[in-house]
T-cell receptor, first 113, second 118 residues
Framework: EDQVTQSPEALRLQEGESSSLNCSYT??????LFWYRQDPGKGPEFLFT???AGEEKEKERLKATLTKKESFLHITAPKPEDSATYLC??????????????FGSGTKLNVKP | KAGVTQTPRYLIKTRGQQVTLSCSPI?????VSWYQQTPGQGLQFLFE???????NKGNFPGRFSGRQFSNSRSEMNVSTLELGDSALYLC?????????????????FGSGTQLSVL
C-alpha cells in the first residue's frame, strides 16, 4: 500500500536555529515528490517538486532533497514567518493516476523570535 | 491572475442534509481535483475532473460526487451528511502534465470550504 509518513509532527525552533523535516514514502513507483506549505485558514501552497534520487531544490531558506526512500526539507536560519505546516505529497507512476496525490500528515513548524 | 476560488468559505449543516460546494479554477487550468482535510487523516483524495470527465476517484462512499462544467468550474456534492464528514474541503486546479515528463502536476489550491456537520 502506498504510504507517506512525515516526522516530526510538530517542531519548535528559535529564530536562526536550523533543522530538517522528514518525509518517508513507500510507493510502488515514484513519479514525483512535492512539498507544500500551508498557513492557517488557507490551502496548501506549492514549494518544490523532486523527481529522482539525488535531486535538490532550493528557495530562500528552504532546501529539499530526495533519496529513494525519503525526502528532507532543510530550513536554514528560520524566521518567524516560516511558521506553517509543511506537507509532502507523492504522485505515483501508476497509469491513469491523474493528480491522485498521497499526502503526509504534515509537520507543524513554529519559529519563535 | 486570480487564484482558485471556493465558495462558500464556511458551511454548517445537520446530519442527513446534503451540501454542494463550488470551485472555480485558475483561468486556463482544465484539471480540477478535490481533497478532504481532517486533523486525523490529513489530506485525502476525493476525485479529479478534466474536460468534464471524472478520470480518477479516491476511496470515499458514493455519497460523495462531483461534476465539472464546460468552463472547467467544478462542484462537489455530499448527500446524507454524517458527523464524520466535517472537514475542510479543498479544491485544486492544475495544468495537464507535459507528455512523458511528469511535470506540471503541481496543484494550486483554493482556501477551502470548512464544513461542519451537527
Amino acid at each position: 500500500e502506498d504510504q507517506v509518513t512525515q516526522s516530526p509532527e510538530a517542531l519548535r525552533l528559535q529564530e536562526g536555529e536550523s533543522s530538517s523535516l522528514n518525509c518517508s514514502y513507500t510507493v510502488s513507483g515514484l513519479r514525483g515528490l512535492f512539498w507544500y506549505r500551508q498557513d492557517p485558514g488557507k490551502g496548501p501552497e506549492f514549494l518544490f517538486t523532486l523527481y529522482s534520487a539525488g535531486e535538490e531544490k532550493e528557495k530562500e531558506r528552504l532546501k529539499a532533497t530526495l533519496t529513494k526512500k525519503e525526502s528532507f526539507l532543510h530550513i536554514t536560519a528560520p524566521k518567524p514567518e516560516d511558521s506553517a505546516t509543511y506537507l509532502c505529497a507523492v504522485l505515483t507512476s501508476a497509469p491513469y493516476n491523474f493528480n491522485k496525490f498521497y499526502f503526509g500528515s504534515g509537520t507543524k513548524l513554529n519559529v519563535k523570535p | 491572475k486570480a487564484g482558485v476560488t471556493q465558495t462558500p468559505r464556511y458551511l454548517i449543516k445537520t446530519r442527513g442534509q446534503q451540501v454542494t460546494l463550488s470551485c472555480s479554477p485558475i483561468s486556463g487550468h482544465r484539471s480540477v481535483s478535490w481533497y478532504q482535510q481532517t486533523p486525523g487523516q490529513g489530506l485525502q483524495f476525493l476525485f479529479e475532473y478534466f474536460s468534464e470527465t471524472q478520470r480518477n476517484k479516491g476511496n470515499f462512499p458514493g455519497r460523495f460526487s462531483g461534476r465539472q462544467f464546460s468552463n472547467s468550474r467544478s462542484e462537489m456534492n455530499v448527500s446524507t451528511l454524517e458527523l464524520g464528514d466535517s472537514a475542510l474541503y479543498l479544491c485544486a486546479s492544475s495544468l495537464p502534465p507535459a507528455s512523458g515528463t511528469g511535470g506540471n502536476e503541481k496543484l494550486f489550491f483554493g482556501s477551502g470550504t470548512q464544513l461542519s456537520v451537527l
